[in-house]
């Protein structure tokens, strides 16, 4: 079989090359352009056999278990998305790659969702002790915005973009919703909104857990409150 169809019949068992790891696809790529060396000769061959048996698996990038590349430069943990990058310098992207994995597993040792929210030095999520009450607020949280110099109106993503600002106000809870629309913009239209009002974002005071804790409590607005916003998700017509 020559390699033009072998690379034929590896591309229809991975949908069109989707199923294979970047380097994977390159190699199909280089089989089909005749570019292979001797060496890239063998590793096609035992990417065919591999594939079309059935023993394929996509390779951890840079052999840290969990961690894939996919193609566009996506990187998910355990087959969820949790970054987007790509380095041109292949000792940067794999330090890169170490410290990903390495908060994903901290993540995941204390009990916290591992996803694109989540990840990174700068959330909450970071630092927040396993037992904290504030999980559910920290992952569906957007922005906070201070009004009169004060912690205010926290934005809440909703499912299918919607969006929800909450403020405890005179001991009740005060609500304001925006739609998401075909991009799923909920939250960015609420930012606009209350931004219109002359009110103030403070991202930064939400990027570590206890900048988030003391936001939460200048606002008084508590887990429990955010549970039973996030609980009732968008008011039904005719319901206030």
Known sequence: MINTDKAIAILRATHDGDALSPGHLFLVEC????RLTAEG?????KLHDDVTSGRYTRPWMYGIEGLTREHGGAIKWKGTVVEHYSF??????????????????SLEDRGFPVNMRTVGRYTPFADAPAETPWVQT???????????????????????????????????????????????????????VLQGEGLQSDCKILQTYDGFVAAMEEACITPEAVQRVLAIGLPQPGTS
């Open 138 to 192: 920290m992952t569906a949280s957007y922005t906070i915005f201070r009004e009169d110099g004060r912690c205010r109106w926290l934005i809440l993503s909703l499912p299918e973009g919607n969006a929800v600002a909450i403020a405890i106000i005179r001991s009740e809870i005060v609500l304001r919703y925006t739609l998401g629309d075909e991009c799923n913009l909920g939250t960015y239209v609420m930012f606009h």
């Open 31 to 34: 089989a089909i352009n005749k």
């Open 41 to 45: 000769e063998n590793a096609f061959d």
């Open 88 to 105: 041109s310098d292949a000792d940067r992207e794999r330090a890169a790659a170490e410290e990903l994995a390495a908060c994903c597993r």
